[in-house]
């Protein structure tokens, strides 16, 4: 059966593979062609994709995480051609997702989430086992469609639907655009451990 659907986010593991999400599917891709193979239906509507470092879910290995746009935090589990899905927990608080997190080892887990009572998204740090939010990085004002989210040490990267790239502090919680494109920004990805 044909599957089709709106990439919402993607996701890249240490050897190139490349896994993304439609709002409802779930598929591994060929970088090269861009031909995707579906490995399973989503339970909801999901809308960001990242892996999370060695050593949280599985000692030697990235762990690959969905995540719905209700905050729902979800482990997709690989095996062959076929995924198994278990919903680890959720954001909470209200929170629901805008659209991306990322996890990089010693750096942390960020996500980008709907902000309560405004418009405007919010940066949050998560726990990378349970999805549950942590605290507020910081407000994006004036940015509500940050579907990409990335990081390196120090610095986290929020990409719009805008076009705008923006820099924000982890620290303070502060941005500045440090790009704007003619691209609408859907989903980002980053590996989970920083080169040496």
Known sequence: MLRVGQVTDAAIDQFGVLYVVTFD???VCNPATAECYLLGALPESHNALTFIPPGT???DDDS???IANSGAWRYLELSGNMVNMMQLGSYGGG???SGD???ISGVGTYSSVNGLGTFDDVVIEVDPLTGTA???VGTLTGYTS???LAGWDGAIFAFDESGDV???DPNTGTFEVINETTYAWWGAAVGTVLPQ
């Open 134 to 136: 942590l605290g507020e």
């Open 57 to 59: 879910l599985d000692d």
């Open 166 to 168: 923006l820099l924000v």
């Open 101 to 103: 997190s990322f996890s």
């Open 146 to 148: 940050t579907y990409g």
């Open 95 to 97: 929170y629901t997702s």
């Open 25 to 27: 599917n779930f598929f």
């Open 64 to 66: 690959l995480i969905g």
